[in-house]
């Protein structure tokens, strides 16, 4: 470009003044800076887990962008103020370079010749004081570099403004693109003022418009483009920006002696009929200008001072959000390994209670224990409540239930042994009478199966391979243990030793001394059978005193020794699954005091950035200081803002222009040479594509293609499908259908059709700058059915949808670009091109007709210079037909002769003046759809329907894939339910199997310790009270405090359970996998048969299933309530079933107290007593309420499982189903396809 023009003095004053005023602002931000950055610099050391090396290493990136945004700014922007910067930002083609060269008068040599992307880099154009900077158009084809990079080039050119001029035109301004100012102008704070590139050429030439209504209609049309982007921009937070419409290219024609840019002969001939002035004022720049210096002039300190703050607070609330989403995902991160520990620590404990280890740094267990303790200070709360474990409870009652039965049979041998060592007279030490009386295979038989039982419990809860258990039993007692046979011998001999003595003395003396000596040895026998009876009541009551003391201490050890050893298998079995899994927790400890680590460090910065934004945020004046500019110059002018707006900015008033006003069409150019022949290209290239579209695919396919389909007529899911595609087969008009981005004008193409046809056009086709069509319509026309849909990139899914519907009937498709052949979002071309089959789409590229429409707004005029018009159209049309090619090639398509396809046209070429229309392409393209609709309705309906059915077995295939997923996620969700319903269930066996045990085992030690009293009895009255006590029993203080102990530890016992099984459940069911599962009207019309255990499950449908967590925990409480219900019978009542055993006890006691009974005849009595006592136990326990509750739970939650068994096995036949009926769909999808593309016919 040449140098600029010195003349523009006014705007490079305003703009030296802007810089000179804000330097000392400028210091002051840099140090403020300086300190944010040297805060955001802090970083962590590495960690061994890749997932947190993962996240740290984003946060390494995060503080490098944070610092470099800063730097960025404190370098280019602070450290040395530098010019006022204005940034052209906008759509490729969008006349920003034209605009630029108005600006700075110069040669037009940079100005596009009317291809996209002409701007690859950032330009600077400077003069004294300020900059231009000319930046890459976003949404465009990435022609010369990537989509990407240009945005990119044109992000770093955008964040150096001090005020955006945000360029629109009159084509059309998309979703996509206000979204990109939305993302960075507005979020960036930049000060703006849109320009409006008014692209009609008769805008403002009252020559070409010499009617009055010609030209307020016409800026009708500016002015609703204007109010659209005025309103789009106030909604995304640029509220009160002034739109200031302009004729960039006609602004370029009137600056500047010199020109090489394109159009110079419509230029030329401009500047030598009217004068540059004219053309200028035509152009209306020069209120842009003014517009421009004034708001830099009024708010220079502010706009520069503003836009370096907005600047610096948009980057700290841009960088702020990305922290927040590293703090965000590290929470996340800290949530799930967390939730991890926390599912541990439910099943094991809290390792702070398993033993003295666990407070020793030095053990491993210790270790862990700290850690956990650092985790928890770390997140501000506990992971867990603490306590006793879920499988430390089930270890109990499963080790109690297992050796219970041992330690019985061991009590019961240990008082048999005793019996027999003292009736032989025999000593035993301790190691030789435990060799005898513990089971020890019995013994590590329990505990085997222990370890088995609690490995498969930890797999299921776990869900990892637990390790195997390798339990010893250890050594067998550390206690003072023996039984001396021996005791009493001595004494019972010399019992029976002197009656035999005093007698034989008795008989000596009745013979040597006569009467006398009868009556001396009567006397004497007497005497020697009171001390010979005497002596053998001692001596039998030392034996059964040793024999009591040795039962006593056999018991104690017994006792004693299953005691250590189940309380050393159940910390055993714990702190094994700790070992095991201690690794596993460390590791998660350490991730996730890392990532609370990055969490704090990530929320201190969004901290520091969210304050320096408010700071800012207080300082920083209003962003629409233009508007107040505008709103002072129309007071100045003593006009009201709306006025001022349409009169000025948008350049109403050559409404009023008298210069060749007029009530005729009339003007004084010749009249128009009839465009050149070979350039008309419409008519050959549309009919070729009729012709082609006619041999594809045969005529009569459908029909033979839906014949083939038999075998799905019994599919109620098809059958409507079969319905619509057999009415669709029906005689029809061809359909053309027009499609495009919004305001590509496909509502003017329909209106023109039927004005060139001579037809009346119909109501409701209405064209506006905004979407004005927002449903399909349906116009018949000329025997055709011509349907206009919603525009793409309307920013409403809706409209996208409602097109893509239209277009699977097409049997023409138009497909309209704007002048300037933007696409933006390239999906719905795409799917055009090359097809969607997740979507049932195939491709259509063969029946499309692609129109560049509007090409009288490509900035060439059509009469001015015809040929140049018609080189810039072929221009634009391979511009186009290479995009269409390189898409399809890269999207593994053959293009064809795509490029004979794209042409030029326009609707309404100068719809508000006068003016040859030879040139746009509707007269021939009305001529061949007239000759050739019978070639395009001979196979139209065969593809419509064909394209149809393809689209319909799509989504059917698709509806069947989903029920197969969501069928697996069910089966997948109720086999895992079923799993843990069992494992409950076997811990349900476990605890009862466990209270029956403890309740045998205490009633049979009570009936011991009576044995043994009334076996020590020294009196008779001793003894006869001790009867009395045994005959009496239901009344005994113990027997009651046994029942009642038993009982409350019983309900105890079953409250763990119940809470353990809710929580169980609840952790199921609140699985965001299971909740998935079961979240649709099907789901929970499959899960129906929960509701029949009413029992248990207290609701009808899977979405209230939390009411199983409920019912369960509250199972011990209904419990309780029967446990106190069943005191208010009375204690006689409790102690009733014993009565028997009481009565058989006292016989068994007297017979065994009769002296001269055998060993032998004790050992069958004690084990009869036995049998009585365990059947009497059962008896209670079978009767127990609460344990019958247990029952019932239990009972439920077996018939649970089975169900969901059962209804696993359904899912296995739906699932089957579906995927038969997907296969199926998908073939009916194929055959369509391959019928389309051949004719071939393929099996259904």
């Known amino acids: 470009m040449t140098t600029p023009d010195p003349s523009?003095?006014?705007?490079?004053?305003?703009?030296?003044?802007a810089v000179a005023r804000s330097r000392p602002e400028a210091e002051r931000l840099r140090?403020?800076?300086?300190?944010?950055?040297?805060?955001?610099?802090?970083?962590?050391?590495?960690?061994?887990?890749?997932?947190?090396?993962?996240?740290?290493?984003?946060?390494?990136?995060?503080?490098?962008?944070?610092?470099?945004?800063?730097?960025?700014?404190?370098?280019?922007?602070?450290?040395?103020?530098?010019?006022?910067?204005?940034?052209?930002?906008?759509?490729?083609?969008?006349?920003?370079?034209?605009?630029?060269?108005?600006?700075?008068?110069?040669?037009?040599?940079?100005?596009?010749?009317?291809?996209?992307?002409?701007?690859?880099?950032?330009?600077?154009?400077?003069?004294?004081?300020?900059?231009?900077?000319d930046t890459p158009g976003i949404l465009g084809w990435g022609r010369a570099n990537g989509v990407e990079e240009l945005r990119e080039q044109a992000y770093r050119g955008l964040i150096r403004a001090d005020l955006v001029l945000l360029c629109f035109d009159t084509s059309n301004a998309t979703a996509a693109e206000f979204d990109q100012v939305a993302r960075w102008v507005a979020n960036y704070g930049k000060h703006a003022v849109a320009v409006l590139n008014v692209r009609e050429h008769e805008w403002r030439r009252p020559d070409r418009v010499p009617r009055l209504q010609g030209r307020l209609d016409m800026s009708q049309d500016v002015a609703d483009h204007a109010e659209r982007v005025r309103a789009e921009l106030a909604v995304l937070g640029l509220p009160d920006v002034p739109v200031v419409a302009v004729s960039s290219m006609r602004a370029a024609f009137a600056r500047g002696d010199v020109y090489l840019g394109p159009a110079a002969e419509t230029r030329d001939l401009l500047r030598r009929r009217f004068g540059t002035?004219?053309?200028?004022?035509?152009?209306?720049?020069?209120?842009?200008?003014?517009?421009?210096?004034?708001?830099?002039?009024?708010?220079?300190?502010?706009?520069?001072?503003?836009?370096?703050?907005?600047?610096?607070?948009?980057?700290?609330?841009?960088?702020?959000?990305?922290?927040?989403?590293?703090?965000?995902?590290?929470?996340?991160?800290?949530?799930?390994?967390?939730?991890?520990?926390?599912?541990?620590?439910?099943?094991?404990?809290?390792?702070?209670?398993?033993?003295?280890?666990?407070?020793?740094?030095?053990?491993?267990?210790?270790?862990?224990?700290?850690?956990?303790?650092?985790?928890?200070?770390?997140?501000?709360?506990?992971?867990?409540?603490?306590?006793?474990?879920?499988?430390?409870?089930?270890?109990?009652?499963?080790?109690?239930?297992?050796?219970?039965?041992?330690?019985?049979?061991?009590?019961?041998?240990?008082?048999?042994?005793?019996?027999?060592?003292?009736?032989?007279?025999?000593?035993?030490?301790?190691?030789?009478?435990?060799?005898?009386?513990?089971?020890?295979?019995?013994?590590?038989?329990?505990?085997?199966?222990?370890g088995q039982t609690f490995a498969e419990h930890v797999k299921h809860r776990l869900n990892v391979v637990a390790k195997r258990m390798e339990l010893a039993t250890g050594p067998a007692s550390r206690y003072p243990l023996g039984v001396d046979g021996k005791a009493g011998r001595r004494l019972r001999g010399a019992g029976y030793a002197v009656p035999g003595a005093i007698a034989i003395g008795a008989v000596a003396a009745a013979v040597l001394l006569g009467p006398v000596g009868i009556l001396a040895g009567a006397v004497a026998g007497l005497l020697g059978d009171l001390i010979g009876r005497f002596l053998r009541s001692r001596a039998a009551q030392k034996l059964e005193e040793s024999r009591a003391a040795a039962k006593a201490q056999v018991r104690a050890a017994i006792e004693s020794h299953f005691d250590e050893l189940e309380r050393e298998l159940c910390a055993e079995l714990v702190l094994r699954t700790v070992d095991a899994l201690a690794a596993q927790v460390t590791g998660l400890i350490d991730v996730g005091l890392a990532v609370h680590a990055l969490r704090r460090r990530s929320e201190a910065h969004v901290g520091r950035l969210r304050k320096l934004t408010d700071e800012l945020a207080a300082e920083r004046v209003t962003r629409t200081l233009a508007a107040r500019t505008a709103a002072r110059l129309a007071a100045a002018w003593r006009m009201d803002d709306r006025q001022c707006r349409h009169e000025v900015w948008l350049g109403e008033d050559w409404c009023a222009d008298p210069a060749f006003l007029s009530d005729t069409d009339t003007d004084d150019y010749p009249p128009a040479e009839p465009f050149p022949a070979e350039h008309r290209l419409v008519g050959p290239r549309t009919g070729a594509l009729l012709t082609r579209i006619a041999g594809s695919p045969p005529p009569g396919s459908a029909r033979t293609w839906l014949d083939s389909l038999t075998g799905l007529s019994g599919d109620f899911r098809a059958r409507d499908v079969l319905r619509e595609l057999t009415a669709a087969s029906g005689g029809r008009p061809p359909r053309i259908v027009l499609c495009g981005d919004y305001s590509s004008g496909k509502t003017s193409f329909v209106r023109r059709l039927f004005r060139e046809a001579g037809a009346a056009v119909p109501d409701g086709l209405v064209v506006g700058a905004a979407p004005t069509t927002d449903h399909v319509r349906v116009y018949a026309w000329e025997s055709y059915s011509v349907i206009d849909t919603p525009g793409f990139q309307s920013g409403t899914e809706a409209h996208r949808a409602a097109a893509r519907v239209a277009l699977e009937q097409a049997d023409l498709i138009v497909y309209l670009f704007t002048p300037n052949i933007t696409v933006g979002d390239r999906a719905e071309l795409q799917a055009l091109l090359l097809g969607d089959p997740e979507a049932g789409l195939t491709a259509k590229h063969g029946r499309c007709l692609f129109v560049i429409h509007r090409v009288d707004e490509i900035g060439i005029d059509p009469i001015d210079a015809p040929l140049t018009f018609a080189a810039r159209c072929r221009r634009r049309e391979r511009e186009l037909s290479g995009e269409l090619t390189r898409l399809m090639t890269e999207g593994g398509a053959d293009p064809g002769g795509i490029a004979e396809q794209v042409v030029s046209m326009a609707a309404d070429p100068f719809r508000y003046a006068r003016g040859s229309q030879d040139w746009d392409g509707f007269a021939d393209l009305v001529e061949v759809l007239r000759d050739r609709r019978a070639a395009l309705a001979a196979n139209g309906t065969d593809a419509a329907v064909l394209h149809l059915g393809v689209a319909r077995f799509t989504a059917l295939r698709q509806e069947a894939q989903a029920q197969e997923a969501a069928i697996s996620a069910r089966a997948e969700q109720r086999a895992m339910l079923a799993a843990d319903a069992e494992q409950r269930t076997d811990a349900a066996d476990v605890l009862a199997a466990q209270r029956r045990l403890a309740l045998s085992a205490s009633l049979n030690d009570l009936v011991d310790r009576l044995l043994m009293d009334c076996e020590q009895a020294t009196t008779p009255e001793r003894k006869a009270s001790v009867q009395k006590m045994i005959k009496e029993l239901d009344t005994h203080p113990e027997a009651l405090q046994i029942i009642d102990e038993w009982r409350t530890a019983t309900r105890s016992a079953i409250e763990a359970w119940g809470l353990a099984t809710a929580a169980v459940v609840d952790r199921r069911t609140e699985q965001a996998d299971f909740r998935a599962a079961f979240e649709t009207p099907q789901a929970a019309v499959s899960a129906g048969f929960l509701g029949r255990h009413g029992a248990l499950l207290q609701f009808g449908d899977l979405g209230r299933l939390s009411a199983l967590v409920g019912r369960l925990a509250k199972a011990a409480p209904v419990v309780a309530k029967a446990g106190r219900f069943a005191t208010l019978l009375g204690r006689v009542a409790r102690v009733a079933p014993y009565l028997g055993v009481v009565t058989t006890f006292a016989d068994l006691g007297y017979s065994w107290m009769k002296e001269g009974k055998s060993a032998k005849a004790r050992e069958k009595g004690l084990k009869e007593l036995r049998e009585v006592v365990e059947l009497r136990a059962n008896g209670i326990v079978d009767s127990e309420p609460q344990l019958a509750e247990l029952g019932a739970q239990r009972a439920a939650l077996a018939e649970l499982s089975a169900d969901l068994r059962g209804e696993g096995q359904h899912d296995q036949r739906d699932l089957a189903e579906a995927q038969t009926r997907a296969h199926r769909y998908a073939a009916a999808a194929d055959s369509a396809a391959a019928h389309l593309s051949k004719g071939s016919n393929i099996d259904v």
């Open 31 to 133: 140090r403020r800076l300086e300190r944010v950055i040297a805060d955001l610099g802090t970083l962590a050391s590495d960690c061994t887990d890749e997932g947190v090396r993962q996240l740290l290493r984003v946060e390494v990136d995060v503080a490098a962008l944070s610092v470099d945004k800063f730097r960025q700014i404190v370098d280019e922007r602070l450290t040395e103020v530098g010019d006022f910067t204005v940034v052209m930002f906008g759509r490729t083609g969008a006349g920003k370079t034209t605009l630029i060269n108005a600006f700075v008068s110069g040669d037009g040599s940079g100005i596009s010749p009317g291809e996209n992307d002409w701007t690859v880099e950032v330009a600077d154009v400077t003069w004294p004081g300020g900059v231009l900077v």
């Open 8 to 17: 523009i003095t006014a705007l490079q004053a305003a703009c030296r003044d």
């Open 277 to 450: 002035s004219t053309v200028l004022t035509w152009s209306n720049l020069h209120r842009l200008e003014l517009l421009l210096t004034e708001t830099i002039r009024e708010h220079a300190v502010a706009l520069r001072l503003g836009s370096q703050q907005r600047q610096i607070a948009g980057e700290a609330h841009a960088l702020a959000a990305t922290w927040h989403d590293l703090a965000v995902t590290a929470a996340g991160a800290a949530a799930t390994v967390e939730d991890a520990i926390n599912q541990i620590q439910l099943m094991v404990g809290d390792p702070a209670l398993l033993g003295p280890d666990a407070m020793n740094p030095a053990t491993a267990l210790g270790r862990l224990v700290r850690r956990l303790r650092e985790l928890e200070r770390g997140r501000g709360e506990p992971l867990s409540p603490g306590g006793q474990g879920s499988i430390s409870l089930y270890a109990e009652n499963l080790v109690g239930a297992k050796l219970g039965a041992v330690r019985a049979e061991a009590r019961a041998q240990g008082e048999l042994i005793v019996d027999r060592l003292m009736a032989k007279g025999e000593v035993a030490d301790a190691a030789t009478l435990l060799s005898q009386i513990l089971p020890h295979k019995a013994i590590d038989d329990a505990v085997t199966e222990v």
